[in-house]
């Protein structure tokens, strides 16, 4: 086994799919230094493995790889092959320079998927995943194999899919929400079952894999985490197939502020994670929409007068983690009709006017008054009327 699955007794291990399930999602496309400069982000960041892509894809996707496994050095990299013997060879190929190499291969094993898309029964799908791990496990040592569509295969046959894998060679054992069908309680049981009955589960590591097409990709991966597994893949921002992956900041970000509830750690710097943000959106030209937990514009901006008020009293009556701490620089107080005296007396210190008590109530009734036309009250738009509240003054 490789160190990175070796070292993860109570450490979830962040796998990042940002640069192959992410690079999925339609219209985020990246191009090959952006791809580069991704990776650098991730790695600075603490990932722990990096999906770089889908070799076999394009010549674009196998130079990319290629170019992540020889540039990174702390974090393993992986490449992703379908159980096809030609997408395995390419994926070694592209990995082998990489100071830590995974190949990543996967097969569906739901019935829907066996029996319309790959019009295989379950006894060739069981014989395809012996060939298809050992062919990798001799390219590299550190081998994952994805169970596509785990949530919708019959837990019988899923452990004996698990067991073949893990009986060829497999390090670590992925169980995908690949259409986000799961719920949290049926996703943590699938984990707790496939653990207790496949004999020689504590060979591998788990992991989990979700998409958000009912929105639970995260909380289907916590769950996931307290049945057992000790990988989540997750991507930047949640970007991906339709509705997107797991975002990987939420995920983290969750683990940390409710360690009382998940006793795990991660070996991220979440002061980077805003960075990342940044850098994934602008290198795939995808907006983050602003109420996005953690990274959104919004995620530490407060307008109500009664948050405003309770902010300047004191930061964790509204904010549960520190802007800080995710790497954005501070609380936002967003100055609009919903503000309150409290708030807007600070804006104004803030932007050095030391207005009386009658001109204070004076300007702040003007201010209610714009805010209730105006959608944007600009720091500007303070500063006119505070100067035609100061000019009447000495009229
Ligand atoms: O969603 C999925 O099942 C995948 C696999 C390739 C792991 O992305
Ligand atoms: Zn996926």
């Avoid at 590299?140 to 569509?149: F, K, L, N």
């Avoid at 496939?194 to 990709?217: P, Q, Y």
């Avoid at 921002?237 to 997107?244: K, P, V």
């Avoid at 503000?339 to 006017?353: D, I, P, Q, V």
């Amino acid at each position: 086994m490789s160190s990175t699955t070796t070292s993860a007794k109570d450490r979830v291990l962040i796998f990042d799919t940002t640069l192959r399930d992410g690079e999925q999602c339609p219209g985020a496309t990246m191009t090959f230094e952006e791809k580069l400069e991704v990776a650098d982000v991730l790695d600075a960041m603490g990932v722990d493995i990096i999906e770089a892509g889908f070799p076999i894809a394009s010549d674009g996707d196998f130079e990319a790889v290629s170019a992540i496994a020889k540039r990174i050095k702390r974090a393993t990299v992986a490449g992703l092959a379908r159980a096809i013997s030609a997408d395995i060879a390419r994926a070694g190929e592209a990995v082998r320079h990489a100071a830590k190499p995974r190949i990543h291969t996967f097969v569906s094993t739901s019935p829907i998927h066996l029996e319309h898309q790959m019009r295989k029964t379950e006894d060739e799908v069981l014989e395809i995943i012996t060939r298809t791990v050992a062919q990798a496990r001799n390219l590299v040592e550190d081998v994952e194999w994805s169970a596509m569509d785990a949530t919708r295969t019959p837990i019988d046959y899923l452990c004996r899919t698990v067991d073949a894998a893990i009986k060829a060679g497999a390090t670590t054992i992925n169980l995908p929400d690949t259409v986000g069908y799961a719920t949290p309680e049926e996703y943590r049981a699938m984990f707790r079952a496939v653990r207790e009955r496949v004999a020689n589960a504590d060979k591998a590591i788990f992991s989990v894999h979700c998409h958000n097409d009912l929105g639970l990709a995260v909380a289907n991966s916590l769950a996931g985490i307290e049945g057992g597994a000790r990988q989540v893949e997750c991507t930047i921002n949640g970007i991906g197939e339709r509705a997107g992956n797991a975002a990987l900041e939420e995920v983290v970000m969750a683990l940390r502020v409710r360690g009382d509830f998940f006793p795990y750690d991660t070996g991220i710097d979440s002061t980077l994670l805003m960075r990342a943000s940044k850098a994934v959106s602008t290198a795939c030209s995808f907006p983050v929409q602003y109420n996005k937990a953690i990274v959104g514009r919004n995620a530490f901006a407060h307008e109500s007068g009664i948050h405003q008020d309770g902010m300047l009293k004191n930061q964790s009556t509204y904010e549960i983690m520190t802007p800080e701490s995710v790497g954005v620089s501070k609380t936002s107080l967003v100055m609009g009709k919903h503000s309150g005296r409290a708030a807007f007396r600070s804006k104004l210190k803030e932007m050095g006017y030391d207005l009386g008590d009658n001109q204070l109530e004076d300007a702040f009734t003007r201010f209610k008054a714009l805010a209730d036309r105006k959608k944007h009250v600009y720091d500007e738009d303070i500063e006119a009327l505070v100067d035609e509240n100061i000019a009447s003054a000495h009229d």
